[in-house]
């Protein structure tokens, strides 16, 4: 397995379809959409780790891979995202598209590490309707191992899946604390500070991380008005603080924001 060294990690997302290169490859870690129109060669030559986005409990009903999906995997919509599907991730084909298919055509590219994301959803259906969604929590644990033993070269970073980390904290090399201290605000208008309670209670889901030995690096990734220095200063300094890698970016991730020194 990768091993990330316990040091300041300079690390971003960017989920457009173009940016320049070099300024990417200033970064440790890179995390870019597989549809990035950008050299994946170039970025890595650097030295960076570009992780490649994907989900593993949705997917989205525009995804020309959905042609490829047996029916009977796709789950009801996310409310809270039009258009995006949960998905059955007990169900053999899911894995297979996954294993077969997907992070092929990523490694293809030249991605030489994943982002693991949406791996809250099987555990949060299961706690839902623990009749229907037996065994997700489980499913969801098996394919992340699964990935390690088939890509044991491949850097793996989960975005949240906080009630995974006690059992798959030895198998990924980092963990994303996704709107830890700010997200953007509700009906997507402004940014809001996320409330100490909240706060309290993702630094003790993340404690399987920090305990770990060596402790897994948590990469904090918070959205602020990139326009407002001040706070974002003082984002990037809390985050220090708890001891973890920051990165404050825009609500739709569009764009690179550099930290002002």
């Known amino acids: ?25 200033s970064y440790d870690i890179v995390v870019l ?14 030295g960076a780790r570009v992780c490649g986005y994907l989900s593993l409990g949705e997917i989205s009903m525009s995804d020309a891979l959905v042609a490829q999906l047996d029916p009977a995997a796709l789950l009801p919509e996310n409310p809270d995202w039009p258009g995006i599907h949960r998905v059955d991730i007990r169900h053999p084909a899911w894995r ?3 294993l077969d298919v997907r992070i092929p055509a990523i490694a293809a590219q030249g991605f030489t590490g994943l982002m693991l994301d949406t ?33 044991p070269d491949m850097m793996l970073i989960m975005n949240r899946g906080y009630a995974l980390l006690p059992d798959i904290a030895g ?15 509700p009906l997507g208008e402004g940014f809001t500070w996320v409330d100490r309670h909240q706060l309290d209670q993702q ?11 060596p402790p897994l690096p948590i990469l904090s990734l ?6 407002d220095t001040s706070t974002m200063a003082e984002i990037y300094r809390r985050e220090r603080e708890f001891g973890h890698h920051p990165y404050v970016a825009t609500r739709s991730l569009d764009r690179i924001v550099s930290e002002s020194r």
């Open 1 to 25: 397995m990768s091993a990330v060294a316990r040091k300041p990690i300079r690390w971003l997302a960017f989920y457009g379809a173009a940016a320049e290169e070099a300024v990417l490859a």
């Open 33 to 46: 959409d597989p549809a990035f129109r950008g050299s994946i060669s170039v970025v890595a030559s650097g």
């Open 96 to 98: 297979s598209l996954i």
């Open 119 to 151: 791996l809250d959803s099987p555990p949060y259906l299961e706690q839902l309707n623990q009749v229907c969604y037996r065994g997700m929590r489980a499913a969801a644990i098996e394919l992340v191992a699964s990935i390690r033993t088939r890509w």
């Open 171 to 185: 198998q990924i090399d980092a963990v994303i604390a996704e709107s830890l201290m700010t997200s953007p605000g």
């Open 203 to 213: 630094l003790a889901l993340l404690q399987p991380a920090t305990r770990r030995n």
């Open 222 to 227: 918070d959205y602020w008005n990139p326009d």
